[in-house]
Structures are given as structure tokens and as C-alpha cells.
């Protein structure tokens, strides 16, 4: 941890910075993975709104 101390005695503590990188485009397989999580969450929400319809 890298730590200052100024004239009167104050400590200022600083984080570690973390490494940084650039993200990586998403392999076929984990688009394949997105796609279908997205259908799976769009039939969520639908059935919800189209239940709650029903309901009222």
C-alpha cells in the first residue's frame, strides 16, 4: 500500500492501482451462451408482464 504523510502529520493511504488489460471479443461459444441467456430472460420477462395482465 503506498502511504503519504504531508507536514502536519496527516497519513494518506492509496490502493494499489490493479493491472490494466484490454477486454477480449467473446469466443463463438460464449456468444452462442449470450444469445440464449438473452432469449431465456426476454420469455421471463414476457410471461411476467403477459401474467400480470391476466391477473388484473
Known amino acids: 500500500m503506498y502511504t503519504t504523510t504531508n507536514e502536519e502529520g496527516i497519513v494518506n493511504n492509496y490502493a494499489t492501482e490493479p493491472k490494466l488489460y484490454y477486454a477480449e471479443y467473446p469466443s463463438p461459444e460464449q456468444q452462442s451462451r449470450y444469445f440464449f441467456q438473452g432469449a431465456v430472460a426476454l420469455l421471463f420477462v414476457t410471461s ?8 388484473s
Open 48 to 55: 411476467i408482464v403477459l401474467i400480470a395482465f391476466g391477473v
